[in-house]
């Protein structure tokens, strides 16, 4: 005279992983992150962020993952990428027109003031669905989805300076269990860093008699 039928609650889990994919024309296919799998569930990324070596009027060329660590299909609706000093962009690159980056001021508002710029934001996402979590063959697979954004570096080559770049994922299509979008948190999954560095360039001259 009693019955029940359980019920196994899902989340809604996406990360993101920025990393520098080109600079100019030569492809860096070492900073791919690799998924780790550890053996109480958890997901972690492996992947250098050691600063890439650049010279003043490289185009850098980051790739900005997301990845779907939950077991609800979803989509990252907005993901937003900062300026920070050294950097520049460029409106007419193909990259940022492919990906329909539009340009933000201190406020978060699309601005064509290109001296009002300190963020990007882009929707191209929007319809791209990121399927959920699978297990096939007793393995996890995760699906991902990307976008790409180019920089040029307007850092002086008499600079030693570190140029720091955050991604994060500004809206999502339901409640992530761990994160919030474009809260900046730098401990949650939804937010990475990709670093620069401009190559110290400093010539000196000395000059001495050496025959009379």
């Known amino acids: 005279d009693i019955d029940y039928e359980p019920i196994k609650l899902q989340y809604f889990d996406l990360a993101l992983r920025k990393f520098i994919t080109k600079v100019n024309t030569t492809d860096y296919n070492n900073r791919y992150p690799e998924v780790v799998y550890g053996a109480d569930g958890s997901i972690s990324y492996n992947h250098t962020k050691d600063p890439v070596l650049v010279t003043t009027g490289d185009i850098v060329t980051y790739t900005i993952r997301i990845y779907n660590e939950g077991e609800i299909a979803g989509y990252a609706t907005g993901v937003k990428d900062n300026l920070p000093e050294g950097l520049a962009f460029d409106p007419e690159n193909e990259t940022n027109k492919q990906y329909g980056w539009k340009m933000l001021d201190k406020d978060g508002n699309v601005t064509e003031d290109i001296e009002k710029v300190v963020a990007f934001s882009t929707d191209y996402l929007k319809d791209q669905l990121i399927e959920a979590l699978v297990v096939e063959n007793g393995a996890k697979v995760l699906s991902y989805k990307d976008v790409k954004i180019a920089f040029k570096v307007t850092e002086p080559n008499t600079s030693d300076r570190v140029l720091v770049n955050t991604a994060q994922i500004l809206e999502d299509s339901n409640d992530d269990v761990d994160s919030v979008p474009g809260n900046d948190v730098l401990t ?25």
């Open 188 to 212: 949650e999954d939804d937010i990475d860093r990709e670093y620069v560095r401009v190559q110290y360039f400093d010539l000196s001259l000395k000059k001495w008699v050496t025959k009379t």
